[in-house]
Nanobody
C-alpha cells in the first residue's frame, strides 16, 4: 500500500560525499516520521537518522556533523546528505517511514529495499 524506493547509493572514496533519496508512493494519507537505517555486513541494522513531519531530527553519534537528513513533505520524499564518508559507513542503507493510508487507520512502519553505499579507495 505504501512503497519506498531509495536511490543514490554507490561507490565513493573516503572523504567523499553521497546523497541518498527515498520516495514514498502509493496510498498515503499522511507520513509521520521518516528515517534512514543501515546494516553493515555481519552487523545488526542500526539507526542513522530520523526526521519528524515537523522537521525535528535525530542522529546516531557516529554520523553527527557529517550526515544531514531532510524531507520534502509535499513530495513524500526524504534525503540523506552524507559528507566526509568513512570506510565504516559502508552498508546497505534503508529508508523507513511511519505512515497511514487513511484518517481512520493506524500508523504502520514501511521499509525500502535498501541501497548499497561502499566507501573505499
Amino acid at each position: 500500500q505504501v512503497q519506498l524506493v531509495e536511490s543514490g547509493g554507490g561507490l565513493v572514496q573516503p572523504g567523499g560525499s553521497l546523497r541518498l533519496s527515498c520516495a514514498a508512493s502509493g496510498r498515503i494519507f499522511s507520513i509521520n516520521s521518516m528515517g534512514w537505517y543501515r546494516q553493515a555486513p555481519g552487523k545488526d541494522r542500526e539507526l542513522v537518522a530520523t526526521i519528524t513531519s515537523g522537521g525535528s531530527t535525530n542522529y546516531a553519534d557516529s554520523v553527527k556533523g557529517r550526515f544531514t537528513i531532510s524531507r520534502d513533505n509535499a513530495k513524500n520524499t526524504e534525503y540523506l546528505q552524507m559528507n566526509s564518508l568513512k570506510p565504516e559507513d559502508t552498508a546497505v542503507y534503508y529508508c523507513h517511514a511511519r505512515a497511514r493510508i487513511s484518517s481512520s487507520s493506524y500508523y504502520m512502519d514501511y521499509w525500502g529495499k535498501g541501497t548499497l553505499v561502499t566507501v573505499s579507495s
